[in-house]
């Protein structure tokens, strides 16, 4: 027998927490800040396109300023040049935040093991989820989108996303 | 044949074992001139240095190359000088503009002092980083990290004197990039604005420098292939074609005619699915959204059949030295009929909204011009020249793989505008589309690989059906293609414009040295100058239309 408040209102209402509430809304409307250097950006491309349509997943508003974003997608090679902005730019993002690195190149370096490349952007910043692939296929791409949406929705953000410590290379 | 250089500097010039000029240090600035102004050599191709500190026998460690096109764009010569142990050379920025970020680029790499450039400084590598990283005794792993970005302000306030403009109280600072969506990429341009006009500006890149050229020290040719399609990913395949046409080059062979037209169908469509990019991306950033649908939708279609030739979408390392991994599929002429209808509605669709628009035009038309002596002077190539109205196309000045018995236009602009350049992809993607038509009719049939095994792999009936087809496979898996020593440059029209590569190779399976000429590194140092004065929104058109792709500006 039902008791609180689904015992007065009947189906018309669902009790649950705040923050499940909240993830299940975020799900569906993620905001991505691409960050996309080379040609794993071309694949992403063709993810914001007609055919694979990133929309059906609700995250096709695209936001080039990362403070309107929660997700940053890092779509290419990160090289040592590039480090230190693509950490401002995560440092701009508000929390809650998730990041999706894609591609060979953002999550190892690549097969680019010399004196330019950074050897994985977890080096600088944290990372969520990682997609292989040289490049991803767009597949891939909305895969690590779905991955991200279990993520939250089995996170408590209050608790787990604030408690979360990372120290990179590039932090004092 | 350059008469008057030869006359003048008779007792001076030698000519070393590969065909380059060589020449005292002190005479460079001399020569040039003569070259330039008598001769008519008056486009710079290209520079880059060599270390030879693993080949004993120079007299010098180091080398620079300068490398030359004459007026009808179809013959090159190379220039050699020796530099000595003071590192330093004159430079000839003075005389061809786009030697200034060459010879930044020669500074940074190999640490050679270019004597009275207006601005030696680092270009590809970052501040912070000590050393030269394309000097062979130099690790290729050892990376340096970077913690702040360079503010610039060491170019800009000079820049801002030399415009006569002292007090910066009027100004407004703006980075527009490297993390911009309409920097397309990872560019990085600073501009000083006074309302909405820019007053002055500088390009910053090196954000996607990844290494490729000493990456290529470590790696067989072949290995090569794929990071040549990251070079400009966005026509991977002519980017293989590229070089595999130069080392094919130092080896002396002719490809069998079936490889040449599969090479030209295939690089024409990797040319039209680059200008699509180019034009969908750049009616984007001018708020003609609709136009992305229409043109990027046919590039997907392109990649099914990419996907079905050579397996991936982008990166395809379709071709081999030598020729290609393997020939055509069964049905795809069909796919490719379905590819062509598909661009062309697409290009239909596009142009029929864009043609005779009023907006389109107000926003493009004598808008980012470049004239076309600057244009030489600056060593711009491919579709950007052309849009000045200089007809300068490889397939045409200087053919390969018979594209002098095709029937096609070269399309040229007049004015140097946004307009022309836009408008001049358009009618190459026709016309690409008439290429492939004309060559998937005369395809022949026969090999798609030269039959020599130390260049290409045997058929796989024979790898296991006999020993010698076995030991081929394996000795050429594992030891790779041996390239007799050389220094040669060789190139096509890539899609963005001239594409070469100058390979120093010594007889092993391994490059001693690869230098790519990118054609949008020279796009990108006139970039600039063609937005300076004007307005803001108008830059960032600029900027597309000369479609600039890092991963080939930065290598
Ligand atoms: S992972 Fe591959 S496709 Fe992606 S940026 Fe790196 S090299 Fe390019």
């Known amino acids: ?172 | 044949m350059p008469k008057a250089f030869l006359e003048r500097f008779e007792k001076e010039v030698s000519i070393d074992a590969y065909g380059a000029y060589k020449l005292d240090a002190s005479l460079i600035l001399q020569a040039l001139h003569v070259l330039y102004q008598n001769d008519g050599y008056t486009f710079l191709v290209d520079m880059t240095a060599i270390d030879y500190l693993h080949q004993p026998s120079a007299l010098r460690r180091f080398a620079i190359v300068y490398l030359l096109r004459d007026r009808l764009f179809s013959n090159v010569i190379t220039l050699k000088i020796d530099v000595d142990e003071t590192l330093a050379i004159d430079s000839i920025a003075s005389l061809f503009k786009s030697a200034n970020w060459a010879e930044r680029e020669i500074w940074d790499q190999y640490g050679i002092h270019f004597k009275n450039h207006p601005n030696l400084k680092r270009i590809l590598n970052h501040k912070e980083f000590i050393g030269h990283p394309l000097r062979k005794d130099y690790p290729i792993t050892q990376g340096q990290l970077c913690h702040k970005s360079d503010d610039l302000m060491d170019e800009m306030t000079p820049r801002l004197k030399r415009k006569g403009i002292e007090s910066h109280d009027a100004l407004m600072f703006l980075n527009l990039g490297p993390a911009h969506p309409a920097s397309h990429g990872t560019i990085r341009t600073f501009v000083a604005l006074e309302s909405e006009t820019i007053r002055c500006a500088i390009s910053e890149i090196g954000y996607l420098h990844r290494g490729f050229e000493k990456s290529c020290e470590n790696h067989t040719y072949n290995q090569i292939i794929p990071y040549t399609d990251r070079l400009n990913y966005c026509s991977a395949i002519l980017n293989n074609i590229a070089f595999a046409h130069a080392v094919e080059g130092i080896l002396g062979i002719e490809l069998p005619d079936r490889a040449q037209f599969i090479r030209v169908i295939i690089g024409e469509l990797s040319r039209m699915i680059d200008h699509l990019v180019c034009l969908a991306a750049i009616l984007v950033d001018m708020g003609a959204l609709t136009n992305y649908w229409y043109l990027y939708n046919p590039r997907e279609s392109v990649y099914d059949l990419l996907s079905k030739l050579t397996g991936a979408r982008l990166t395809n390392s379709y071709m081999r030295i030598g020729g290609m991994s393997h020939d055509l599929y069964e049905g795809f002429e069909h796919d490719l009929h379905v590819c062509l209808k598909a661009i062309d509605t697409g290009v239909g669709d596009t142009l029929t909204l864009i043609e005779h628009n009023r907006i389109f035009h107000d926003r493009t038309q004598n808008v980012g011009i470049i004239s076309q002596e600057e244009a030489i002077n600056r060593s711009l190539s491919g579709p950007n020249l052309r849009a000045c109205g200089v007809a300068y196309d490889l397939r045409v000045n200087a053919p390969y793989y018979h594209y002098e018995s095709f029937d096609f236009d070269m399309a040229l602009g007049s004015v140097g505008d946004v307009y022309d350049r836009i408008m001049v992809r358009f009618e190459e993607i026709r016309q690409s589309k008439r290429i492939i038509e004309q060559a998937m009719k005369r395809l022949p049939q026969g090999a798609v690989c030269v039959a020599d095994r130390s260049i290409s792999l045997p058929p796989k009936h024979e790898v296991y059906g006999n020993i010698e087809g076995l030991m081929n496979q394996f000795k050429l898996v594992f030891e790779g293609v041996k390239v007799p020593p050389s220094e040669s440059y060789r190139a096509i029209e890539g899609a963005n414009g001239e594409l070469g590569f100058f390979i120093v190779s010594d007889g092993s399976p391994k490059p001693y040295k690869v230098k790519v000429r990118p054609p949008c590194f020279y796009a990108m140092a006139a970039y600039p100058s063609i937005i300076e004065g004007g307005m803001i929104a108008d830059a960032i058109l600029s900027l597309g239309s000369l479609n600039i792709i890092a991963g080939e500006l930065d290598r």
């Open chain 1, 1 to 172: 027998m039902a008791v609180g408040a689904e015992a007065i209102f009947g189906d018309s209402v669902i009790t649950s927490t705040l923050e499940s509430a909240l993830s299940w809304a975020r799900e569906s409307s993620m905001w991505p800040y691409v960050f996309g250097t080379a040609c794993c950006a071309i694949e992403f491309m063709s993810v914001a396109s007609s055919k694979y349509d990133i929309s059906r997943f609700g995250a096709e508003v695209v936001r080039f300023s990362p403070r309107q974003a929660d997700l940053l997608i890092v779509a290419g090679t990160i090289s040592y040049k590039q480090a230190p902005i693509l950490k401002k730019i995560y440092d701009q993002m508000c929390e809650p935040k998730w990041v999706i690195s894609a591609g060979a190149c953002a999550c190892s370096g690549g097969f680019y093991d010399n004196y330019t490349t950074l050897q994985g952007i977890d080096a600088i910043i944290p990372v969520d989820v990682y997609v292989a692939g040289c490049p991803p296929r767009p597949e891939a791409f909305l895969d690590a989108l779905l991955a991200i949406q279990k993520i939250q929705a089995d996170e408590r953000l209050l608790d787990d996303r604030a408690k979360r410590v990372f120290k990179g290379r590039l932090d004092a």
